[in-house]
Nanobody, 125 residues
Framework: QVQLVESGGGSVQAGGSLRLSCAAS????????????MAWFRQAPGKERERVAA???????SYADSVKGRFIISKDNAKNTLYLRMDSLEPEDTAMYYC???????????????WGQGTQVTVSS
């Protein structure tokens, strides 16, 4: 059973940076079948959940238009950890951020089998 634990959230001022981490357990390494696709989602109060970024084991990466050029998704297979580097943060980035994983390639849909508990990011103006 894959377990995901996020960390790194916090409160920053607009223009600041944060790096979120998602530690995966229950897998030998991140590119195993159950975690071929890993992604970051966010959800702000009263808004729908949004996929922020995704990374596939074959190297394919995607970003939401709202974060392109500001956020970078990466992973360290040796540490079984997924990251989201967030720069030039804006108040609109305020949300709960979730890590997710699944076996299906990232290109197809947004249904994920495994989810973390979330980490809060708050950006003040």
């Amino acid at each position: 059973q894959v377990q995901l634990v996020e960390s790194g959230g916090g409160s920053v001022q607009a223009g600041g940076s944060l790096r979120l981490s998602c530690a995966a357990s229950g897998v030998t390494y991140l590119d195993t079948y159950d975690t071929r696709c890993m992604a970051w989602f966010r959800q702000a109060p009263g808004k729908e959940r949004e996929r922020v970024a995704a990374i596939d084991s074959d190297g394919w990466i995607s970003y939401a238009d709202s974060v392109k050029g500001r956020f970078i998704i990466s992973k360290d297979n040796a540490k079984n950890t997924l990251y989201l580097r967030m720069d030039s943060l804006e108040p609109e980035d305020t949300a709960m951020y979730y890590c997710a994983a699944r076996s299906m390639r990232c290109r197809f849909g947004n249904t994920f089998a495994y989810w973390g508990q979330g980490t809060q990011v708050t950006v003040s103006s």
